[in-house]
């Protein structure tokens, strides 16, 4: 098969699934596919994160890599200027920084910051993509995965940026299953070694995880014994977040 011909079978594909969740064999009929290379598309659009399986189902929707290269469900400016105020209460909250992120594919994008008076203050994330299992804001996004992305992105060989990134992946599937108890996600010391960070999931109107509040600072000082606290207050501004958004949908 040309490259050429695997991208116009791709966009045939993509095309089958605008209009909402369907089954292999739908997307066979809908693209003019054989059944196994329509199945295989999917098997490479998931792993892309372009595609992905709707949780506890065998059928397929666009995945969160489609919805932020086109902007999606929600512009990232849009989104940026709805949850900034939230940004601005939390970080006077937690004497820290807060930013806002969105997945595109399997990695974290930085879209916003918002900083403190701290004289000992951490970068500004704001247009770094990271990868997500180095990340609380990418544990978020991992932790609503259906199981068959998650397998994909887990197959994959994950970097290790410090001596404490988790890699193994019965490991990580062990903490996802945590973050989804608890709502949040904390990580010390996994992607830059001084820095601690929390995140929570921020839902759109269709319950699609549409991006991560998050709060991060120097691991000397953050956070300091106050996990459990921390963690909730993150999660309080992540469901105010969410509700805004669905007020502005």
């Known amino acids: 098969m040309s490259r050429v011909q695997s991208i116009e ?3 045939a594909v ?6 909402g969740p369907i089954g292999v064999t739908e997307v066979a009929e809908r693209a003019d596919l054989p059944k196994s290379t329509a199945a295989r598309m999917l098997a490479t659009l998931s792993h892309e994160g372009a595609v992905e399986q709707v949780p506890g189902d065998t059928r397929y929707r666009l995945g969160p890599r489609i919805a932020t290269l086109a902007e999606g469900i929600v512009p990232v400016r849009s989104l940026v200027a709805t949850i900034r105020p939230i940004l601005e209460e939390l970080a006077a909250q ?4 807060a930013g806002l992120s969105v997945a595109e594919g399997f990695v974290v994008h930085y879209v916003d910051q918002v900083g403190t008076s701290h004289q000992v203050q951490v970068r500004d994330w704001t247009g770094a993509r990271v990868p997500m299992h180095a990340v609380s804001s990418g544990l978020i996004f991992l932790a609503q995965l259906p199981a068959s992305t998650l397998d994909a992105y887990l197959a994959r060989e ?7 990134t988790l890699t193994a992946p019965d490991a990580l599937r062990e903490r996802l299953a945590e973050v989804r108890a608890d709502g949040y996600a904390w990580v010390h010391e996994e992607f830059a070694e001084g820095l601690s960070s929390v995140a929570a999931g921020i839902a759109d109107s269709t319950g699609v995880m549409a991006a991560a509040v998050h709060v991060h600072g120097p691991a000397y ?3 300091n014994g106050a996990e459990a606290r921390i963690g909730d207050l993150v ?3 992540a ?6 958004l669905r007020r502005t949908a």
Do not use: I, K, M, V
Not at 14 to 19: G, K, Q, T
Not at 94 to 97: A, S
Not at 158 to 164: F, G, H, I, K
């Open 9 to 11: 079978r791709a966009f």
């Open 14 to 19: 993509l095309s089958a699934l605008s209009n």
């Open 94 to 97: 937690t004497g820290e920084t």
């Open 158 to 164: 994950l970097e290790t940026y410090t001596p404490q």
């Open 221 to 223: 000082r953050f956070p």
């Open 235 to 237: 999660l309080e501004a």
């Open 239 to 244: 469901t105010r977040a969410s509700e805004r």
